[in-house]
């Protein structure tokens, strides 16, 4: 069964620091998916990884993947409070299904 | 964004009646999703469907049933409420290309409260 786990659950941090999420999971998989999500809003995608050493950056996010690790990385650099949100990270039962497990998300918080 | 709406936005009933949200798309996706969000669990997956009257299950469908009769429409029925589905409802789409790498696209979400 495959199992997602975040860490940390609840970051708070300063403005102009750097941080990285973690998703590690279970078993096996070809594709992870990084979302945002705002208070009372529904979920952004923000990157598709499909391949062991896959990097993809947008802004001050960069997300990696790990296969080997089954390791998933969403670093953020010189932060600023708009990217105050909740960080979700799904990946892909294998086996061609489209099913998506998550993780349970890690609420950033950006004090000026 | 992908052209998704949820209906009800909110609803507030009472345990033992019967509740239906619907879905609807116009994207014209194949797969659409339902899911629900509790504070502590992050998103869980109810049932989703691969196509017109095709359907699965997901890891928590116990007390729920769907139904797609049109590629556009998912509907999510809970057949007697109970105070445990009290839950934010998301429903999501995405298109598949044959390897399940397509993102799944949100709804704007259905909170639904069970007194």
């Known amino acids: 069964e495959l199992k997602v786990e975040q860490n940390p659950l609840f970051l708070s941090m300063q403005e102009g620091k750097n941080y990285t999420i973690y998703c590690n999971y279970s078993?096996?998989?070809?594709?992870l998916y990084w979302y945002r999500q705002d208070p009372g809003k529904s979920l952004e995608s923000l990157f598709v990884?499909?391949?062991?050493?896959a990097v993809k950056q947008e802004g001050r996010l960069m997300a990696s993947l790990d296969t080997k690790a089954r390791l998933s990385t969403l670093h953020i650099t010189a932060a600023v409070h708009d990217l105050s949100a909740t960080y979700f990270c799904a990946v892909g039962a294998q086996g061609g299904s489209e099913k998506l497990v998550f993780g349970k998300g890690t609420k950033l918080t950006v004090n000026p | 964004d992908a052209g998704i709406t949820q209906s009800p936005r909110h609803k507030v009933t009472e345990t033992g009646t019967p509740v239906t949200l619907r879905c609807h798309q116009t994207?014209?996706?194949?797969?659409m999703y339902w899911y629900r969000q509790d504070p502590g669990h992050g998103l869980r997956l109810i049932h989703y469907s691969y196509g017109v009257k095709d359907t699965d299950k997901g890891e928590v469908s116990d007390g729920y049933s769907v139904s797609r009769s049109k590629t556009e429409d998912f509907l999510l029925t809970l057949e007697s409420a109970t105070s445990s589905q009290t839950s934010v409802y998301f429903c999501?789409?995405?298109?598949?290309?044959?390897?399940?790498?397509?993102?799944?696209?949100f709804g704007p979400g259905t909170r639904l409260t069970v007194l």
């Open positions: 999501a789409i995405s298109e598949s290309r044959g390897r399940g790498t397509d993102t799944q696209y």
């Open positions: 994207e014209n996706h194949r797969y």
């Open positions: 078993t096996t998989s070809d594709r």
């Open positions: 990884l499909l391949s062991n050493g």
